[in-house]
Protein backbone atom coordinates (compact mmCIF):
# COMPACT_ATOMS: atom_id res chain seq x y z
CA UNK A 1 0.00 0.00 0.00
CA UNK A 2 1.47 3.48 -0.59
CA UNK A 3 1.98 5.85 1.77
CA UNK A 4 -1.02 8.49 -0.11
CA UNK A 5 -3.36 5.66 0.31
CA UNK A 6 -2.39 4.28 3.76
CA UNK A 7 -2.84 8.27 5.37
CA UNK A 8 -6.08 8.46 3.44
CA UNK A 9 -7.82 5.12 5.09
CA UNK A 10 -5.82 6.40 8.55
CA UNK A 11 -7.62 9.70 8.29
CA UNK A 12 -9.61 10.26 11.29
CA UNK A 13 -13.04 12.05 11.86
CA UNK A 14 -13.26 15.52 13.26
CA UNK A 15 -16.52 16.88 14.58
CA UNK A 16 -18.47 20.03 12.15
CA UNK A 17 -19.11 22.01 15.12
CA UNK A 18 -21.59 23.55 12.92
CA UNK A 19 -23.76 21.15 11.57
CA UNK A 20 -23.44 19.11 15.14
CA UNK A 21 -24.53 22.73 17.38
CA UNK A 22 -27.35 23.32 14.65
CA UNK A 23 -28.30 20.00 14.49
CA UNK A 24 -28.05 19.31 18.51
CA UNK A 25 -29.57 22.66 19.44
CA UNK A 26 -32.76 22.58 16.96
CA UNK A 27 -33.32 19.09 18.07
CA UNK A 28 -33.42 19.86 21.53
CA UNK A 29 -35.10 22.89 20.93
CA UNK A 30 -38.28 21.33 19.77
CA UNK A 31 -38.03 18.44 22.36
CA UNK A 32 -38.08 21.19 24.92
CA UNK A 33 -40.86 23.41 23.72
CA UNK A 34 -42.93 19.99 23.50
CA UNK A 35 -41.64 19.02 27.02
CA UNK A 36 -42.67 22.37 28.42
CA UNK A 37 -45.72 23.37 26.44
CA UNK A 38 -47.21 20.04 25.11
CA UNK A 39 -51.20 20.90 24.56
CA UNK A 40 -50.22 24.26 23.10
CA UNK A 41 -47.42 22.56 20.61
CA UNK A 42 -49.68 19.60 19.54
CA UNK A 43 -52.55 22.07 18.70
CA UNK A 44 -49.72 24.07 16.83
CA UNK A 45 -47.68 20.98 15.17
CA UNK A 46 -51.91 19.79 13.87
CA UNK A 47 -52.26 23.02 12.81
CA UNK A 48 -49.60 22.97 10.79
CA UNK A 49 -49.49 19.64 9.55
CA UNK A 50 -53.14 20.61 7.97
CA UNK A 51 -51.72 23.74 6.46
CA UNK A 52 -49.17 21.08 4.74
CA UNK A 53 -51.25 18.85 3.56
CA UNK A 54 -53.63 21.04 2.59
CA UNK A 55 -51.00 23.02 0.01
CA UNK A 56 -48.46 20.33 -0.47
CA UNK A 57 -50.51 17.34 -0.68
CA UNK A 58 -50.04 17.37 -4.52
CA UNK A 59 -46.15 17.86 -4.32
CA UNK A 60 -45.38 15.03 -1.84
CA UNK A 61 -47.17 12.39 -4.17
CA UNK A 62 -45.29 14.19 -7.50
CA UNK A 63 -42.16 14.05 -5.41
CA UNK A 64 -42.86 10.29 -4.98
CA UNK A 65 -43.36 9.26 -7.85
CA UNK A 66 -40.67 10.92 -9.63
CA UNK A 67 -38.23 9.27 -7.48
CA UNK A 68 -39.70 5.73 -8.07
CA UNK A 69 -39.70 6.62 -12.17
CA UNK A 70 -36.29 7.68 -11.79
CA UNK A 71 -34.38 4.54 -9.85
CA UNK A 72 -36.55 2.32 -12.12
CA UNK A 73 -35.54 3.64 -15.09
CA UNK A 74 -31.51 4.11 -13.49
CA UNK A 75 -31.25 0.57 -12.71
CA UNK A 76 -32.24 -0.48 -16.67
CA UNK A 77 -30.52 2.58 -18.07
CA UNK A 78 -26.72 2.42 -19.39
CA UNK A 79 -26.09 3.58 -16.04
CA UNK A 80 -26.87 0.22 -14.10
CA UNK A 81 -23.80 -1.60 -14.82
CA UNK A 82 -21.71 1.25 -13.30
CA UNK A 83 -19.89 -0.09 -10.28
CA UNK A 84 -20.12 1.51 -6.74
CA UNK A 85 -16.31 2.02 -6.27
CA UNK A 86 -13.47 0.83 -8.28
CA UNK A 87 -14.84 -0.47 -12.16
CA UNK A 88 -12.16 -3.94 -10.49
CA UNK A 89 -13.53 -3.45 -6.91
CA UNK A 90 -15.40 -6.70 -5.02
CA UNK A 91 -18.60 -5.98 -2.78
CA UNK A 92 -17.30 -5.27 1.54
CA UNK A 93 -19.61 -7.55 2.17
CA UNK A 94 -21.23 -10.70 1.32
CA UNK A 95 -24.49 -11.26 -0.61
CA UNK A 96 -26.01 -12.58 2.82
CA UNK A 97 -24.82 -10.17 5.46
CA UNK A 98 -25.78 -7.56 2.77
CA UNK A 99 -29.60 -8.64 2.29
CA UNK A 100 -29.70 -9.25 6.04
CA UNK A 101 -28.62 -5.49 7.10
CA UNK A 102 -30.69 -4.27 3.58
CA UNK A 103 -33.49 -5.89 4.89
CA UNK A 104 -33.11 -4.60 8.80
CA UNK A 105 -31.98 -0.53 7.55
CA UNK A 106 -35.56 -0.03 6.87
CA UNK A 107 -37.82 -2.86 8.63
CA UNK A 108 -38.33 -1.71 12.54
CA UNK A 109 -40.74 -2.40 15.26
CA UNK A 110 -43.14 -0.40 13.30
CA UNK A 111 -44.01 -3.37 11.06
CA UNK A 112 -44.98 -5.25 13.94
CA UNK A 113 -47.42 -2.52 15.27
CA UNK A 114 -48.95 -1.91 11.77
CA UNK A 115 -49.08 -5.22 10.69
CA UNK A 116 -52.79 -5.98 12.04
CA UNK A 117 -53.74 -2.53 13.25
CA UNK A 118 -53.75 -0.62 9.79
CA UNK A 119 -55.33 -3.08 7.97
CA UNK A 120 -58.22 -3.39 10.59
CA UNK A 121 -58.60 -0.05 10.79
CA UNK A 122 -58.76 0.33 6.79
CA UNK A 123 -61.24 -1.95 6.94
CA UNK A 124 -63.70 -0.77 9.47
CA UNK A 125 -62.87 2.87 8.60
CA UNK A 126 -62.41 3.36 5.40
CA UNK A 127 -61.27 6.63 3.20
CA UNK A 128 -64.52 6.03 1.03
CA UNK A 129 -67.54 3.57 1.33
CA UNK A 130 -68.97 1.69 3.56
CA UNK A 131 -66.36 -0.37 6.00
CA UNK A 132 -66.95 -4.06 6.87
CA UNK A 133 -67.35 -4.99 3.75
CA UNK A 134 -65.99 -7.24 1.12
CA UNK A 135 -65.12 -4.85 -0.84
CA UNK A 136 -63.41 -2.53 1.88
CA UNK A 137 -61.62 -6.10 2.99
CA UNK A 138 -59.84 -5.58 -0.78
CA UNK A 139 -59.23 -1.78 -0.15
CA UNK A 140 -57.68 -2.03 2.86
CA UNK A 141 -55.00 -4.60 2.13
CA UNK A 142 -54.56 -2.59 -1.07
CA UNK A 143 -53.98 0.89 0.56
CA UNK A 144 -51.74 -0.93 3.28
CA UNK A 145 -49.56 -2.13 0.65
CA UNK A 146 -49.34 1.35 -1.06
CA UNK A 147 -48.33 2.90 2.08
CA UNK A 148 -45.60 0.52 2.41
CA UNK A 149 -44.74 -0.39 -0.68
CA UNK A 150 -42.48 0.37 -4.16
CA UNK A 151 -42.70 4.50 -3.31
CA UNK A 152 -40.87 4.54 0.13
CA UNK A 153 -38.44 2.35 -1.01
CA UNK A 154 -37.65 3.89 -3.86
CA UNK A 155 -36.71 7.04 -1.84
CA UNK A 156 -33.52 4.70 -0.21
CA UNK A 157 -32.47 3.39 -3.06
CA UNK A 158 -31.94 6.98 -4.84
CA UNK A 159 -30.09 8.54 -1.42
CA UNK A 160 -28.25 5.31 -1.05
CA UNK A 161 -27.19 5.09 -4.97
CA UNK A 162 -26.33 9.07 -5.42
CA UNK A 163 -24.27 9.01 -1.40
CA UNK A 164 -22.34 5.72 -2.59
CA UNK A 165 -21.52 6.72 -6.23
CA UNK A 166 -20.19 10.09 -4.85
CA UNK A 167 -18.20 8.24 -2.55
CA UNK A 168 -16.74 5.49 -4.07
CA UNK A 169 -16.47 7.04 -7.34
CA UNK A 170 -15.47 10.66 -6.98
CA UNK A 171 -13.71 10.55 -3.79
CA UNK A 172 -16.23 12.59 -1.89
CA UNK A 173 -17.12 12.27 2.08
CA UNK A 174 -20.04 10.14 2.59
CA UNK A 175 -22.62 12.62 3.65
CA UNK A 176 -25.69 13.80 2.30
CA UNK A 177 -23.95 17.30 1.30
CA UNK A 178 -21.83 15.14 -0.96
CA UNK A 179 -24.12 14.24 -3.46
CA UNK A 180 -25.12 17.63 -4.46
CA UNK A 181 -21.74 18.44 -6.18
CA UNK A 182 -22.12 18.29 -9.75
CA UNK A 183 -24.90 21.38 -9.16
CA UNK A 184 -22.89 23.65 -6.19
CA UNK A 185 -19.47 22.33 -6.61
CA UNK A 186 -17.09 23.29 -3.76
CA UNK A 187 -19.84 25.08 -1.97
CA UNK A 188 -20.87 21.94 -0.24
CA UNK A 189 -18.30 22.57 2.10
CA UNK A 190 -20.32 25.62 3.04
CA UNK A 191 -23.36 26.64 4.51
CA UNK A 192 -25.22 24.79 2.04
CA UNK A 193 -23.56 21.65 3.36
CA UNK A 194 -24.09 22.57 6.63
CA UNK A 195 -28.39 23.04 6.41
CA UNK A 196 -28.23 20.02 4.46
CA UNK A 197 -26.65 17.40 6.76
CA UNK A 198 -27.99 19.56 9.64
CA UNK A 199 -31.88 18.94 8.02
CA UNK A 200 -31.30 15.17 7.42
CA UNK A 201 -30.03 14.72 10.97
CA UNK A 202 -32.82 16.66 12.40
CA UNK A 203 -35.51 14.99 10.37
CA UNK A 204 -33.62 11.44 11.39
CA UNK A 205 -33.50 12.09 14.92
CA UNK A 206 -37.49 13.16 15.29
CA UNK A 207 -38.24 9.82 13.42
CA UNK A 208 -36.15 7.60 15.55
CA UNK A 209 -38.24 9.27 18.55
CA UNK A 210 -41.37 8.67 17.00
CA UNK A 211 -40.05 4.83 16.52
CA UNK A 212 -39.33 4.87 19.86
CA UNK A 213 -42.34 5.94 20.84
CA UNK A 214 -44.25 3.10 18.91
CA UNK A 215 -41.36 0.76 20.10
CA UNK A 216 -41.74 1.51 23.78
CA UNK A 217 -45.85 1.73 23.75
CA UNK A 218 -46.27 -1.42 21.84
CA UNK A 219 -43.80 -3.29 24.44
CA UNK A 220 -45.21 -2.02 27.34
CA UNK A 221 -48.63 -3.49 25.67
CA UNK A 222 -47.27 -7.14 25.60
CA UNK A 223 -45.97 -6.51 28.87
CA UNK A 224 -49.24 -5.44 30.01
CA UNK A 225 -50.87 -8.06 28.62
CA UNK A 226 -49.02 -11.58 29.81
CA UNK A 227 -48.13 -9.89 33.25
CA UNK A 228 -50.50 -7.62 33.92
CA UNK A 229 -47.49 -4.64 34.11
CA UNK A 230 -49.22 -1.12 33.91
CA UNK A 231 -49.32 1.27 31.45
CA UNK A 232 -47.89 4.19 32.74
CA UNK A 233 -45.32 6.75 32.54
CA UNK A 234 -43.21 4.77 34.68
CA UNK A 235 -42.73 1.46 33.22
CA UNK A 236 -42.23 3.49 29.65
CA UNK A 237 -39.24 5.10 30.70
CA UNK A 238 -37.76 1.56 32.29
CA UNK A 239 -38.57 -0.12 28.99
CA UNK A 240 -36.63 3.40 26.93
CA UNK A 241 -33.75 3.01 29.56
CA UNK A 242 -33.39 -0.73 28.28
CA UNK A 243 -33.41 -0.11 24.53
CA UNK A 244 -31.50 2.51 24.52
CA UNK A 245 -28.70 0.59 26.79
CA UNK A 246 -28.70 -2.29 24.70
CA UNK A 247 -28.58 -0.53 21.20
CA UNK A 248 -25.65 2.36 23.08
CA UNK A 249 -24.02 -0.69 22.94
CA UNK A 250 -24.34 -2.40 19.89
CA UNK A 251 -23.58 1.21 17.96
CA UNK A 252 -20.43 1.47 19.70
CA UNK A 253 -19.30 -1.56 18.42
CA UNK A 254 -19.85 -0.66 14.64
CA UNK A 255 -21.27 -1.62 11.82
CA UNK A 256 -19.60 -4.82 11.50
CA UNK A 257 -19.84 -6.52 14.83
CA UNK A 258 -23.43 -5.24 16.60
CA UNK A 259 -25.27 -3.91 13.76
CA UNK A 260 -24.45 -6.93 11.06
CA UNK A 261 -25.23 -9.33 13.83
CA UNK A 262 -28.63 -7.71 14.92
CA UNK A 263 -29.64 -8.08 11.22
CA UNK A 264 -29.32 -11.24 10.63
CA UNK A 265 -31.07 -12.42 14.00
CA UNK A 266 -33.44 -10.01 12.92
CA UNK A 267 -33.86 -11.74 9.83
CA UNK A 268 -34.94 -15.29 11.61
CA UNK A 269 -37.09 -14.40 14.30
CA UNK A 270 -39.30 -12.16 11.76
CA UNK A 271 -39.76 -15.47 9.45
CA UNK A 272 -40.33 -17.85 12.23
CA UNK A 273 -43.67 -15.93 13.54
CA UNK A 274 -44.40 -15.09 10.15
CA UNK A 275 -43.94 -19.39 9.11
CA UNK A 276 -45.89 -19.44 12.75
CA UNK A 277 -49.25 -17.67 11.61
CA UNK A 278 -48.94 -18.82 8.40
CA UNK A 279 -49.21 -22.87 9.35
CA UNK A 280 -51.46 -22.03 12.37
CA UNK A 281 -53.70 -19.64 10.84
CA UNK A 282 -56.31 -19.96 7.81
CA UNK A 283 -53.19 -21.08 5.44
CA UNK A 284 -54.87 -21.28 2.53
CA UNK A 285 -56.73 -18.12 3.16
CA UNK A 286 -53.42 -16.33 3.56
CA UNK A 287 -51.92 -17.83 0.01
CA UNK A 288 -55.08 -16.39 -1.12
CA UNK A 289 -54.56 -13.44 0.14
CA UNK A 290 -51.13 -12.54 -0.88
CA UNK A 291 -51.51 -13.48 -4.70
CA UNK A 292 -55.30 -10.91 -4.38
CA UNK A 293 -53.55 -8.45 -2.52
CA UNK A 294 -50.43 -8.46 -4.41
CA UNK A 295 -52.75 -8.26 -7.64
CA UNK A 296 -54.82 -5.50 -6.36
CA UNK A 297 -52.39 -3.22 -5.22
CA UNK A 298 -50.40 -3.46 -9.41
CA UNK A 299 -54.15 -3.04 -10.89
CA UNK A 300 -54.47 -0.06 -8.25
CA UNK A 301 -50.86 1.05 -8.48
CA UNK A 302 -51.02 4.42 -11.00
CA UNK A 303 -54.45 4.97 -9.51
CA UNK A 304 -53.60 5.27 -6.18
CA UNK A 305 -50.43 6.75 -6.31
CA UNK A 306 -52.21 10.16 -7.90
CA UNK A 307 -55.20 10.12 -5.40
CA UNK A 308 -55.86 13.43 -3.90
CA UNK A 309 -59.43 12.78 -3.21
CA UNK A 310 -60.85 16.37 -4.71
CA UNK A 311 -64.49 16.38 -4.47
CA UNK A 312 -64.53 14.47 -0.78
CA UNK A 313 -63.43 16.42 2.03
CA UNK A 314 -63.58 13.36 5.13
CA UNK A 315 -61.11 11.44 2.39
CA UNK A 316 -58.97 13.81 2.04
CA UNK A 317 -58.50 14.52 5.77
CA UNK A 318 -57.82 10.84 6.13
CA UNK A 319 -55.14 11.19 3.35
CA UNK A 320 -53.71 13.56 5.19
CA UNK A 321 -53.31 11.74 8.34
CA UNK A 322 -52.27 8.57 6.30
CA UNK A 323 -50.92 8.51 2.61
CA UNK A 324 -49.44 11.67 3.56
CA UNK A 325 -47.86 11.14 6.66
CA UNK A 326 -46.30 7.60 5.30
CA UNK A 327 -44.78 10.05 2.71
CA UNK A 328 -43.65 12.51 5.07
CA UNK A 329 -42.09 9.39 7.58
CA UNK A 330 -40.82 7.26 4.60
CA UNK A 331 -38.85 11.17 3.54
CA UNK A 332 -37.69 11.68 6.94
CA UNK A 333 -36.23 8.38 7.46
CA UNK A 334 -34.57 8.31 3.62
CA UNK A 335 -31.65 10.12 5.00
CA UNK A 336 -31.05 7.42 7.46
CA UNK A 337 -31.12 4.51 5.70
CA UNK A 338 -30.02 5.71 2.13
CA UNK A 339 -26.64 6.37 4.04
CA UNK A 340 -26.54 3.02 5.60
CA UNK A 341 -27.13 1.59 2.57
CA UNK A 342 -24.33 3.73 0.78
CA UNK A 343 -22.37 2.53 3.88
CA UNK A 344 -22.48 -1.50 3.15
CA UNK A 345 -23.00 -1.11 -0.30
CA UNK A 346 -19.42 -0.37 -1.90
CA UNK A 347 -18.17 -2.69 -4.74
CA UNK A 348 -21.96 -3.50 -5.70
CA UNK A 349 -23.64 -1.92 -9.31
CA UNK A 350 -25.74 0.49 -8.96
CA UNK A 351 -28.57 -1.86 -10.49
CA UNK A 352 -27.64 -4.34 -7.79
CA UNK A 353 -28.39 -1.59 -4.74
CA UNK A 354 -31.52 -0.18 -6.95
CA UNK A 355 -33.36 -3.92 -7.48
CA UNK A 356 -31.74 -5.15 -3.88
CA UNK A 357 -33.81 -2.45 -1.91
CA UNK A 358 -36.57 -2.13 -3.91
CA UNK A 359 -37.34 -6.01 -4.11
CA UNK A 360 -35.82 -8.05 -1.22
CA UNK A 361 -37.30 -6.01 1.84
CA UNK A 362 -40.17 -4.90 0.14
CA UNK A 363 -41.24 -8.96 -0.66
CA UNK A 364 -40.70 -9.55 3.03
CA UNK A 365 -42.90 -6.32 4.31
CA UNK A 366 -45.63 -6.97 2.07
CA UNK A 367 -45.61 -10.73 2.58
CA UNK A 368 -46.05 -9.55 6.20
CA UNK A 369 -48.50 -7.26 5.52
CA UNK A 370 -50.89 -9.61 3.80
CA UNK A 371 -50.58 -12.03 6.38
CA UNK A 372 -51.18 -10.31 9.37
CA UNK A 373 -53.61 -8.59 7.79
CA UNK A 374 -55.59 -11.07 5.98
CA UNK A 375 -55.59 -13.17 9.26
CA UNK A 376 -57.05 -10.07 11.57
CA UNK A 377 -59.67 -9.27 8.99
CA UNK A 378 -60.52 -12.93 8.41
CA UNK A 379 -61.21 -12.66 12.46
CA UNK A 380 -63.09 -9.83 12.44
CA UNK A 381 -65.09 -10.18 9.14
CA UNK A 382 -65.50 -14.55 9.04
CA UNK A 383 -65.36 -15.40 12.45
CA UNK A 384 -67.55 -11.97 13.49
CA UNK A 385 -64.89 -11.04 16.45
CA UNK A 386 -65.91 -7.39 16.74
CA UNK A 387 -64.07 -7.06 19.92
CA UNK A 388 -60.27 -7.17 17.96
CA UNK A 389 -61.27 -4.55 15.36
CA UNK A 390 -62.31 -2.24 18.59
CA UNK A 391 -58.89 -2.91 20.25
CA UNK A 392 -57.13 -2.12 17.17
CA UNK A 393 -59.01 0.89 16.70
CA UNK A 394 -58.88 1.80 20.36
CA UNK A 395 -55.72 0.70 21.56
CA UNK A 396 -53.20 0.56 18.28
CA UNK A 397 -50.12 -1.21 20.12
CA UNK A 398 -52.45 -3.79 21.20
CA UNK A 399 -53.92 -5.22 17.97
CA UNK A 400 -51.04 -7.92 17.83
CA UNK A 401 -51.72 -9.65 21.30
CA UNK A 402 -54.95 -9.72 21.08
CA UNK A 403 -54.93 -11.47 17.41
CA UNK A 404 -53.14 -13.88 18.77
CA UNK A 405 -55.60 -15.14 20.88
CA UNK A 406 -57.02 -16.52 17.72
CA UNK A 407 -54.11 -18.98 17.75
CA UNK A 408 -52.14 -21.63 18.92
CA UNK A 409 -49.92 -21.34 21.95
CA UNK A 410 -51.03 -17.64 22.41
CA UNK A 411 -49.23 -16.70 25.83
CA UNK A 412 -45.77 -18.37 24.48
CA UNK A 413 -45.85 -16.37 21.12
CA UNK A 414 -46.53 -13.30 22.74
CA UNK A 415 -43.73 -13.95 24.86
CA UNK A 416 -41.89 -14.14 21.85
CA UNK A 417 -43.44 -11.23 20.20
CA UNK A 418 -42.28 -8.77 23.33
CA UNK A 419 -38.36 -10.24 22.45
CA UNK A 420 -38.45 -9.94 18.74
CA UNK A 421 -39.81 -6.36 19.43
CA UNK A 422 -37.00 -5.44 21.21
CA UNK A 423 -34.56 -7.59 19.63
CA UNK A 424 -36.59 -5.32 16.18
CA UNK A 425 -36.07 -2.19 17.28
CA UNK A 426 -32.12 -2.25 18.01
CA UNK A 427 -30.82 -2.17 14.25
CA UNK A 428 -32.83 0.83 13.52
CA UNK A 429 -31.68 2.48 16.61
CA UNK A 430 -27.77 1.53 16.12
CA UNK A 431 -27.56 2.52 12.43
CA UNK A 432 -29.65 5.73 12.79
CA UNK A 433 -27.54 6.75 15.47
CA UNK A 434 -24.74 5.92 14.03
CA UNK A 435 -25.74 8.15 10.58
CA UNK A 436 -26.59 10.97 12.85
CA UNK A 437 -22.71 10.66 14.21
CA UNK A 438 -21.21 10.41 11.09
CA UNK A 439 -22.94 13.26 9.35
CA UNK A 440 -21.49 15.23 12.23
CA UNK A 441 -18.03 15.05 11.67
CA UNK A 442 -15.53 16.21 8.42
CA UNK A 443 -12.28 14.93 6.76
CA UNK A 444 -12.89 11.25 8.01
CA UNK A 445 -12.78 8.76 5.14
CA UNK A 446 -15.49 6.62 3.97
CA UNK A 447 -14.18 3.74 6.16
CA UNK A 448 -13.79 6.06 9.34
CA UNK A 449 -17.18 5.57 11.76
CA UNK A 450 -17.58 8.88 14.31
CA UNK A 451 -16.04 8.75 17.55
CA UNK A 452 -17.39 6.80 20.21
CA UNK A 453 -18.23 10.09 22.50
CA UNK A 454 -20.13 11.67 19.51
CA UNK A 455 -22.04 8.29 19.23
CA UNK A 456 -22.66 7.91 22.95
CA UNK A 457 -23.59 11.42 22.73
CA UNK A 458 -26.12 11.43 20.37
CA UNK A 459 -27.77 8.21 21.75
CA UNK A 460 -28.20 10.45 25.22
CA UNK A 461 -29.88 12.36 23.27
CA UNK A 462 -32.85 10.19 21.63
CA UNK A 463 -33.57 8.52 25.01
CA UNK A 464 -33.41 12.09 27.26
CA UNK A 465 -35.89 13.33 24.61
CA UNK A 466 -37.85 10.60 24.52
CA UNK A 467 -37.95 10.15 28.51
CA UNK A 468 -39.04 14.02 28.83
CA UNK A 469 -41.71 13.54 26.02
CA UNK A 470 -43.08 10.09 27.73
CA UNK A 471 -42.91 11.81 31.40
CA UNK A 472 -45.02 15.22 29.97
CA UNK A 473 -47.15 14.08 27.68
CA UNK A 474 -47.07 10.57 27.14
CA UNK A 475 -48.49 8.91 23.90
CA UNK A 476 -50.15 12.37 22.94
CA UNK A 477 -46.40 13.96 22.76
CA UNK A 478 -45.74 10.72 20.27
CA UNK A 479 -48.60 11.74 18.35
CA UNK A 480 -47.41 15.31 18.50
CA UNK A 481 -43.94 14.07 17.32
CA UNK A 482 -45.45 11.87 14.30
CA UNK A 483 -46.83 15.92 13.22
CA UNK A 484 -43.53 16.83 12.88
CA UNK A 485 -42.28 14.17 10.70
CA UNK A 486 -44.56 15.55 8.22
CA UNK A 487 -43.24 19.05 8.80
CA UNK A 488 -39.26 18.02 8.50
CA UNK A 489 -40.00 15.78 5.31
CA UNK A 490 -41.09 19.05 3.50
CA UNK A 491 -37.68 20.75 3.30
CA UNK A 492 -36.30 17.20 2.43
CA UNK A 493 -37.95 16.60 0.24
CA UNK A 494 -36.26 19.09 -2.24
CA UNK A 495 -32.69 17.90 -1.62
CA UNK A 496 -34.93 14.08 -3.32
CA UNK A 497 -35.22 16.27 -6.07
CA UNK A 498 -31.76 17.43 -6.48
CA UNK A 499 -30.45 14.53 -5.63
CA UNK A 500 -32.19 13.43 -9.42
CA UNK A 501 -30.46 16.17 -10.94
CA UNK A 502 -27.34 15.73 -9.46
CA UNK A 503 -27.18 11.98 -10.32
CA UNK A 504 -28.03 12.39 -14.22
CA UNK A 505 -25.51 15.87 -14.41
CA UNK A 506 -22.97 13.48 -12.66
CA UNK A 507 -23.65 10.27 -15.05
CA UNK A 508 -24.12 11.75 -18.22
CA UNK A 509 -20.46 13.54 -17.55
CA UNK A 510 -18.63 10.45 -16.88
CA UNK A 511 -20.02 8.70 -19.87
CA UNK A 512 -18.99 11.48 -22.82
CA UNK A 513 -15.46 11.77 -21.07
Known amino acids: MSSTQSNANSKQAMLNPVVFFCSAGSALALALLMVLYPKASKAWLDHAQAAVSKAFGWYYMLVIVACLVFVLWLAFSRFGNVRLGRDDETPEFSYRAWVSMLFSAGIGIALLYYGAYEPLDHFLSPPVGQGGTTHAAREALTITFLHWG ?6 YALIGTALAYFAYRKGLPLALRSALYPIFGDRIHGWIGHVVDACGILATLISMVTNLGIGALMLNSGLSYLFDIPQTAQVLLIL ?10 AVVSGVEKGIAWLSNLNVWLLCL ?3 FVVLCGPTMHLFDGLVQNTGDYLRAFVGKSFEMYLYDEAAKNWAGAWTLFYWAWWIAWAPFAGMFIARISRGRTIKELILGVLLIPLGFTLAWLSIFGNTAIDVVFRQGAAELGAVAQADPPMALFKLLEYLPFTRFIA ?6 GFVLFLTPVDSGTLMIANLCTSNGSEHEDAPIWLRLFWAMTITVVSMGLFLTGGSASFSSMQTAVVLCGLPFSVVLVLYIVSLCKALNSDTTQ
Do not use: R, S, Y
Not at 150 to 155: D, E, I, M, V
Open 150 to 155: LHGWAL
Open 240 to 249: VGMIMLVATI
Open 273 to 275: LLL
Open 415 to 420: LAAVMI
